[in-house]
Structure formats: C-alpha cells, structure tokens
C-alpha cells in the first residue's frame, strides 16, 4: 500500500492517526501522486483537525523533549523521503522511550544522521549567506539550500542584528524571514522585485575582494581543498568568487 | 606616494596573512538586545582562501611599517615593499560594514611597530574602542599583543578583546637571536602573562590566548617543538599553538635558503600530534623521544605511538574504557562517542561499526569486536606498519585484445 500526504505537519500526523488505528501496512508514502505507474493499492490521508491534535498530544506526553524536537527538525529536511523512518520512528516511540536512543535501530540511526546533515547545512548557510544593504540601510540575504533553513537562520541572525532591519529570502521556498524594528516574521513571498542597493555597497563588495586577494599565500594554493570547504553550490551569491 | 583604499586593503592583508590563526570559537554567546554582533561558540568559517585556508575574521594589520628586522619577516625594516597605515577609525569602520554583510566574524588586528611599542598598542586600543563603544560590537576581536608594551595597555586591551596572542616564531631562544635580534622568548610571553596574572587576580576566567610558530626556517626537532606547546599548555598559558610552515619571504645568510615547498606535511603532522595533545589525553614524551626525535612522515602520531606499543592492543571494543578507546588509531572523538552510545543497547560487532559508519580501515588491526579480529595481517609490529602505509590494490580489469589469441588457443 502506498500512503499520499498533503506534505504537511498536521497532514504527517494524521497519516500516523490512520496507521495507527487502522493498521495499515503502508511500503512508501509520498507527497503527491507520483508520475510512474504504480500496481499497489493507493490510499489519500485526509488532513484532520481533530486526529492530529490528538496525535500531538500523545506525542508531546510520551516523547522527550529531544525526541520531539528531531521530529520537528526532520519535517525542515523537505527534500528526503524520510517519512517512512518517521513513521517508525514514532511507532517505536510509543511502544518505548529508551528505545529512541538506541543507534543501532535503522530508523533511529537514519534520523539521528539526517539530523546531523541538517545541521551542517544550517551552519554552512551561518557562513555563506550574504547580505547587501539596500537604500535603506536594511539588509538582504538571499539564499538557496536543498533544507528549509529559514527558521534556523532567522534565530542566529536575530542575535547578530539586533538593531538592524533585514530580510532572509530563500528564493526557492519563496519564504522570507522579515525582521523590521521590533516585529518579524516569516513570511510566503509570491514575487519579489530586485531592490535598491546603497550607494556604499559596491565600494564594500570590492574591498572584500581586495582583502581576500591579499591574505591568499601564492605558495600554498590548494583549489581542490578550497572547494572541498566551499562546495560550487553555495557560491551563488558569494561576490567573492564571481 | 598616496594608496586608495582597496590598495591598502590589499597591501595590509598581504602583510597579515601568514599569521596562521584564524579561530573565532570558543566564545560563549554574549548577544545583548538593541546591540550589533554575537560570537558563536564554535566559530564560522566565512570564506575560503584559494590556498584553502579558512576566512573567519578580517585578518589585517593597522600598518605594516616597522622599526624592527627580524629575518623571517616580510614586513622587516630592510625591506623595499609598498607601506601603508589605517587609521583606527577606518578599519573600524570597514570591520562593521564587512560584519553587516557576514562577510567575517570580526576582526583579527595586528600591526608592525611604529615609533614605540606603546604608541602602537594605543592605536590598536583606539579602534577597539571605537568599535565596543561607539558602535556596541560584541562581534568576536582577536588582538597580537605587542611584546614590550605597557601592562597598563595590555590591560585595557585585554577587557575589549575575546582573544590575544603574541608570537614566539621560533622554537629556541638560540634561533631567536639569531633571527630575531630584538626579541627573546621572555619578552615574547610578557604580555600574555601579563593578561594571565591580571585575570587570576580578579578571579576571572582567564582570556583565551594562543601563539604560533614557524616549522622547518630552524634546525629544532619536532621534539622540541613539542615539548615547548606541551610546557605551554601545561602551564594553562595558551589555548592554542597554531604552526606555520615556513615559506621563505626574504633572503637572509641565517635562513634556509633553497625550499622548494613549504613543509606542508610536517606542520600536518605537527597539528594531527598536537591535537593528541590537547583532546586525547596524550603527553608530549608519548609521542615523541630521544629514539624518535621527528614525527613519523607515513603514519600519523597516533598509529605509530600504537605500533610501538603493541602491548595494550587489541582492544575489545565491547568493554574498553572511553580513555582506551581514544586511543585506537582511526577512531576519533565522534567514533568513540558513538561505540559508547551503541554498546549500551547491545554487543557491537565488525558489521555494527560499519552499520554505524565507523571507518575501521586503520582500526582494524588494534581492535576485537565480540571476539571477532581480522585474520590477515599478523599482529607484529612491521605487519601492521606495511598493511596501515600500503595502498589498497586497486582492481585491475585487462581488457582482451582482438589479437591476442592466447585467450582462444590457451596459449601461454
């Protein structure tokens, strides 16, 4: 049998409402029906008020403040099949909490690694996102990661600006942390027009550039180790190496 | 002859650069609400050099005019390169402006000696100010202290930054004088104790400092260079000994003069045993002695201390200690951890560690797991050496030529 979700959080738990009380056996579930031919029985999970909540409930009285905080932090790595871990995951969590813990179990030891992934991602992004300051002296960053980065992004650079106005955009979500005076959010962004930079900004781009020119030593280059470090994915919006 | 900004940047920066520190971690978050900057308790590397070093503060010097000629220096009196100054309030202002674009994490300040050494540190005093007070900074700032300067200054200097250091270069006082005619050890390590005894009268916990020296311009053995960061961590002095390989900058009758490469792979060796050092419970006699003055080039300190001391392998992974485990060569810290946190649910075996990641390609010779051992290789000291340097025998496949009749006729 094969599971379809709404790609949701409420949508995920009340997939695990249905397993649970219907004892389905599902082999995959998906986010949406996928284009190949499939022989297996299809079943659509309908996105229910009242069976999440009671999903959640059991799942914030049975699970330990770390656990629920993996489940939360997975749903952020949007671009893994990992509900089928998940699923498990949460099953082995109600029949035990000690066994969450044991990284010999395959479910456990994908999620605590996916995980782990997540969180490199989030800090390579700490590091290679750029921000540009616009007319009015907020600052933009924008942004593209294979994770849903934003949240995590936001509550780093929170600290980091806190007096400045800035904008977070990850172009492909189309999500946007805006932090203006004392308000901020995240926000849906539909579309999005390139704004106005600053008058300093390209004298601030270019003496980047000077100084990273002038602290390379001539006599130690090492390209492969350098993009070992800086993958070519993230240096995008990376002025220094355009 | 007057330089525009980005010249100055570029001159300045080629001037810091083989300053190799360049850490911005060990920092607890200090962020304050309405104030600009936060560290980041395990520092971010921002950038990366094409030489694949890594970029995490703005690594200048305030000028690169000097009054002093050590040999090794690129910045020495004696030599005819461009010179160039910021004043406090630009590299201040450059520092906030890099920071509000994430370029860097903050700034990493050294200077040549102009006029005096207090003259010198108060400039640098200047622009710290400038950025903590004025514009409420508590980004991450890294100070060279200047030996020689005022403990007054060294003081003050040492309440604004996160971190200080002061360069001891070379290994020996004898190679220093030598080199370095206006600097000896002492002076060298005056302003750090100097910071030391001023944050152990106030009960604080002591600034992070740290200090660097230069690989392969001087005879000295790994050994002594060994000993020296041992006797310097010991004394809780520093936090870090960063190593430099040496690359030669200028011609002095003193240096070595033909260096084709800098030591690369001896400051790796350096670094790998240091880290044994500081994370692995390891003394600095351990790992090299009289017998064994350098490290070794094809093993890395940890493998080779543990063919010499075959008598406490193979360990069973299933009950050694957290200490014993650290010691497998191949095993790290997150390995360890890992085999600690596995082994409670169950008896691991050679499949579980390789369920768990764990590579056992070098642990595979030092270790038992569930009784099980690998067979090949017998368990003597040269064996495992030869079995741990050779290369696995990559799989040739010949592909059969149409002419070759000896694939059809059996012929030999």
Redesign the interface.
């Known amino acids: 049998m094969i599971l379809i979700y709404d790609n949701s959080f409420e949508g995920f738990l009340s997939l695990v409402y249905d397993v649970f009380y219907q004892k389905l056996k599902p082999l995959k579930i998906h986010k949406k029906l996928p284009n190949e031919m499939i022989f297996e029985e299809i079943h659509f999970i309908k996105t229910n008020e009242e069976k999440y909540t009671k999903v959640l409930k059991a799942i914030k009285s049975n699970f330990s403040k770390q656990s629920i905080e993996k489940i939360l932090n997975i749903f952020m790595c949007d671009s893994k099949n990992f509900e089928m871990h998940l699923l498990e995951y949460i099953i082995l969590g109600f029949k035990s909490k000690k066994e969450l813990?044991?990284?010999?179990n395959?479910c456990v030891?994908y999620l605590t690694?996916l995980e782990k992934e997540l969180f490199k991602n989030v800090?390579k992004m700490?590091?290679?996102?750029?921000?540009?300051?616009l007319e009015d002296c907020s600052?933009y960053?924008k942004l593209e990661c294979k994770f849903n980065v934003v949240y995590f992004l936001a509550k780093?650079f929170l600290?980091?600006?806190?007096?400045?106005n800035f904008i977070i955009h990850d172009i492909n979500r189309k999500l946007a942390f805006i932090k203006i005076d004392n308000n901020f959010s995240i926000q849906k962004v539909s579309d999005f027009e390139d704004p106005n930079y600053s008058q300093?900004e390209e004298k601030?781009?270019?003496?980047?550039k000077?100084?990273?020119?002038?602290?390379?030593?001539?006599?130690?280059?090492?390209?492969?180790?350098?993009q070992?470090?800086?993958p070519l994915i993230y240096r995008t919006y990376?002025s220094?190496f355009n | 002859m007057k330089t525009d900004?980005?010249?100055k940047?570029?001159?300045?920066?080629?001037s810091?650069?083989?300053d190799v520190s360049c850490s911005s971690s060990g920092v607890e978050?200090n962020?304050?609400?309405?104030?600009?900057?936060?560290t980041?308790t395990?520092g971010?590397?921002?950038?990366?050099?094409?030489?694949?070093?890594?970029?995490s503060l703005?690594?200048?010097l305030l000028t690169n005019i000097c009054i002093y000629d050590c040999a090794y220096c690129i910045n020495r009196v004696s030599n005819d390169i461009q010179r160039a100054v910021f004043t406090p309030r630009e590299l201040a202002d450059?520092t906030i402006?890099?920071y509000?674009?994430?370029?860097i994490e903050g700034l990493f300040l050294s200077s040549g000696i102009v006029k005096t050494e207090d003259h010198t540190m108060t400039l640098i005093l200047k622009a710290l100010k400038i950025l903590r007070h004025e514009y409420?900074f508590n980004?991450y700032i890294h100070v060279k202290l200047i030996p020689g300067s005022s403990m007054e200054l060294v003081e003050q200097i040492v309440k604004l930054a996160n971190r200080v250091s002061s360069n001891i270069e070379l290994p020996s006082d004898k190679s220093l004088k030598l080199l370095a005619p206006n600097k000896t050890k002492e002076k060298v390590l005056q302003p750090l104790k100097y910071a030391r005894d001023l944050s152990l009268e106030k009960n604080q916990k002591p600034i992070g400092m740290s200090t660097q020296l230069i690989i392969g311009a001087t005879p000295e053995s790994d050994k002594d260079i060994l000993k020296l960061s041992s006797a310097l961590y010991d004394k809780a002095l520093l936090k870090r000994v960063y190593y430099s390989?040496y690359?030669p900058v200028n011609d002095d009758k003193n240096l070595p003069s033909i260096i084709s490469?800098?030591p690369?792979l001896r400051e790796h060796r350096l670094y790998q045993a240091d880290w044994l050092l500081r994370f692995y419970d390891f003394t600095w006699n351990e790992i090299v002695n009289d017998e064994f003055p350098n490290l070794d080039e094809d093993l890395d300190p940890k493998a080779f201390w543990a063919i010499n001391n075959l008598k406490y392998f193979p360990m069973e992974i299933n009950t050694a200690s957290k200490e014993e485990l650290l010691r497998i060569p191949g095993i790290g810290a997150r390995g360890v951890f890992?085999i600690l946190?596995?082994r409670?649910?169950?008896r691991l075996t050679f499949h579980?560690l390789k369920?768990?990641?764990i590579s056992i390609k070098k642990a595979k010779y030092f270790i038992t797991c569930d009784k099980e051992f690998q067979k090949e290789i017998p368990f003597y000291k040269e064996n495992i050496r030869t079995a741990l340097i050779k290369p696995e025998p990559k799989q040739i496949i010949q592909q059969p030529s149409l002419f070759d009749l000896s694939s059809i006729t059996g012929e030999i």
């Open positions: 813990l044991n990284i010999n395959s030891f690694n800090h700490y590091a290679f996102i750029r921000f540009e300051e600052l960053g780093h600290k980091r600006f806190n007096n400045q300093n601030f781009q270019k003496l980047w000077s100084f990273f020119k002038g602290v390379t030593i001539k006599e130690r280059i090492n390209l492969k180790l350098q070992n470090q800086v990376m220094e | 900004i980005y010249e940047m570029e001159i300045l920066s080629n810091a650069k083989y978050t962020f304050k609400k309405g104030e600009l900057g936060a980041h395990s971010i590397c921002h950038s990366y050099t094409p030489d694949g070093r890594c970029i703005l690594k200048v450059i402006n890099f509000k674009r994430n370029y409420k980004g390989a690359i490469k800098p690369m890992k946190k596995a409670r649910f169950k579980d369920k768990l990641k």
